[in-house]
């Protein structure tokens, strides 16, 4: 018997709710039901281009909907925790957009959804590529083990009236928004065993808001592995590059956050998704590319592997993705805690 699609709501009428909204639209087992803001209006103009969604007044409305099987949040950071356990409370599975407030208070989220039976995860597009999980697998034959990582993400921004550069509602500001990203490639790939033993972070912050717009630091681990990291709006370009070191080979992306072959920012076919590989006294010219295409839009996937684990998922298999956002921001909270020193 088929499993009828997961019925999404959606809380929140950002730019980032958008793709989400188009991702349930083409995921294969999710339909998007509702969409919450606090104003009608705004509820109703997002609903009106994604045909099928209604637009709902608050969240209790969007939680008490029979057609609202699973909730995604794409709300500022400082009010995810009491939207994600009310939706937890309503026996909703939850898909929740990072950064968070910090340890403790993802905690109670993850904690909660657990106790209730209900699938949690953060809304990291790039861990649902096939490449993320190809190149884990690809590791011991390319490089070996790894022991370092280095990360650079970069997207040139400086509209002031933005919500990235407001602390109140994005605490981390930068550091939260970019630096997620590097935290979670260390999860991804890197994958330490140890507790975080040194974190540095030197920020610039916006002298007008007081929001950090770049911040370079490291992060070492008691297992052994060190990350260093560079994010920021201030490059004046894009930059998504990742090195990941091991002790026979090197591995490389230049877009490990959004790829540029069929990512919701670039719809670049010519860019191939993949990475590159090299090792011994190779030069540029003996770099190989190793391509890891995918139809499938890693955003589209996300959805797809929500709906799959909340509907079909092991407890175990449920379990895993809770764990990795645990993991990632231990790390930012880490990063944070040496920015403010």
């Known amino acids: 018997m088929n499993t009828p699609p997961l019925g999404f709501g959606i809380v929140g009428t950002g730019m980032i709710a958008g793709v989400?909204?188009?991702?349930i639209r083409k995921a294969g087992n999710a339909t998007l039901a509702a969409v919450s803001s606090r104003s009608q209006e705004n509820a109703d103009r997002f609903a009106v281009n994604h045909p099928g969604a209604t637009g709902v007044q608050g969240t209790e409305e969007l939680f008490r909907?029979?057609?609202?099987?699973?909730?995604?949040?794409?709300?500022?950071t400082v009010a995810k925790e009491a939207i994600a356990l009310a939706a937890i409370a309503a026996g909703k599975q939850v898909l929740v957009d990072k950064p968070f407030l910090n340890l403790a208070s993802l905690r109670r989220m993850t904690d909660a959804a657990a106790a209730r039976g209900v699938l949690f995860m953060d809304a990291t597009h790039f861990s649902h590529h096939p490449r993320t999980a190809l190149i884990r697998a690809a590791l011991p034959a390319k490089i070996g083990t790894p022991h370092s990582l280095h990360t650079t993400f970069y997207f040139p921004f400086s509209d002031r009236d933005n919500i990235r550069f407001n602390p109140r509602q994005e605490p981390m500001t930068a550091l939260g928004d970019m630096g997620w990203?590097?935290?979670?490639?260390?999860?991804?790939?890197?994958?330490?065993?140890?507790?975080?033993?040194?974190?540095?972070?030197?920020?610039?912050?916006?002298?007008a808001s007081g929001a950090i717009i770049q911040a370079s630091g490291l992060i070492a681990f008691a297992s052994g592995e060190v990350s260093t990291f560079d994010i920021g709006y201030t490059a004046g370009t894009v930059l998504m590059d990742l090195d990941l070191l091991g002790t026979t080979g090197v591995i490389r992306l230049d877009d490990f956050v959004l790829d540029w072959a069929n990512s919701w920012s670039f719809r670049d076919p010519e860019n191939l998704a993949?990475?590159?590989?090299?090792?011994?006294?190779?030069?540029?010219?003996?770099?190989?590319?190793?391509?890891?295409?995918?139809?499938?839009p890693q955003e589209v996937s996300m959805i797809e592997n929500f709906a799959r684990l909340a509907t079909s998922g092991t407890p175990a298999d449920q379990a895993a993705p809770a764990k990795a956002t645990l993991q990632t921001q231990e790390y930012l909270d880490a990063l944070w805690k040496a920015a403010q020193a």
Request: positive net charge; without cysteine.
């Open 274 to 296: 993949g990475y590159y590989h090299r090792t011994a006294m190779g030069t540029r010219k003996d770099m190989t590319f190793i391509p890891t295409p995918s139809e499938t």
């Open 65 to 76: 909907r029979a057609d609202v099987g699973a909730v995604y949040i794409a709300t500022p």
């Open 20 to 23: 989400v909204a188009e991702a």
């Open 181 to 207: 990203y590097s935290m979670r490639a260390i999860v991804e790939y890197l994958r330490p065993s140890g507790p975080v033993t040194q974190a540095v972070t030197i920020p610039q912050r916006d002298p």
